[in-house]
């Protein structure tokens, strides 16, 4: 989505046919990987499997793509297919190797293929980490509080503690928001008027 409201063409590959029609229904193009490799300039898997990107789509990208990973562990992108293919590697700048292909083509590999806003960063910004860790703080007082009453499972953060962390992230920033009317509050609870 940032991609896209910066301009770029943006096509999703996705195995799953929901989150394929709700990225068709935000206005992306879809289509199987294997009809994205000649278009793209650059590729980022976001999706904790393996070999996402694996040596047949190599084998018909553009010179001078780009190939990222920010999902999972360097297993997404085939790299072990990509050095085989590879006649020729190098570091063309920090976090980039060119691999040239025997046609001359180069497909440039970001970070070693780790997730990229990690390999590749000075670690995450304050203002992301300072969310982060109130999140884990307050979760974590949830838990202690709640432990007797809580079974042993995975949770996902209570909502109310999402929502006090954006609002004193909100006001930090000086950003104020609309707030429900009571009117509005008994609408949205009742089924009096409307379809």
């Given amino acids: ?28 193009r879809i289509m199987p990987m294997i009809d994205a490799a000649p278009l793209g300039d650059i590729f980022i898997t976001l999706t904790g499997d393996i070999k996402v990107i ?4 190599f084998e018909f990208m553009k010179d001078g793509a780009i190939v990222g990973n920010s999902g999972h562990f360097n297993v997404e992108i085939n790299i ?26 180069r497909i440039n590999l970001l970070g070693e293929g ?6 590749a960063a000075e670690g ?8 982060s860790f109130a999140n884990q703080a307050l979760a974590s007082e949830y838990l202690v509080e709640h432990a007797r009453r809580l079974e042993k499972k995975v949770y996902d953060v209570p909502e109310e503690i999402d929502r006090y962390i954006a609002t004193l992230k ?9 707030r429900l009317t009571e009117e ?12």
């Fill in 80 to 105: 072990p297919a990509l050095e085989e293919m590879a006649v020729a590697k190098r570091q063309i700048r920090d976090f980039v190797e060119e691999y040239t292909m025997p046609d001359g083509r």
């Fill in 124 to 131: 995450h910004p304050s203002c992301v980490m300072d969310l």
């Fill in 170 to 178: 909100l006001a930090s920033m000086g950003i104020t928001i609309d």
């Fill in 114 to 119: 780790r997730l990229i806003n990690l390999a």
């Fill in 1 to 28: 989505m940032r991609a896209k409201g910066f301009g770029a063409d943006v096509v999703v590959t996705e195995v799953d046919e929901i989150k394929a029609l709700e990225a068709a229904m935000d206005g992306f």
């Fill in 54 to 57: 694996d040596r047949h789509h």
């Fill in 184 to 195: 509005q509050v008994r609408y949205l609870n009742t089924w009096c008027e409307g379809t």
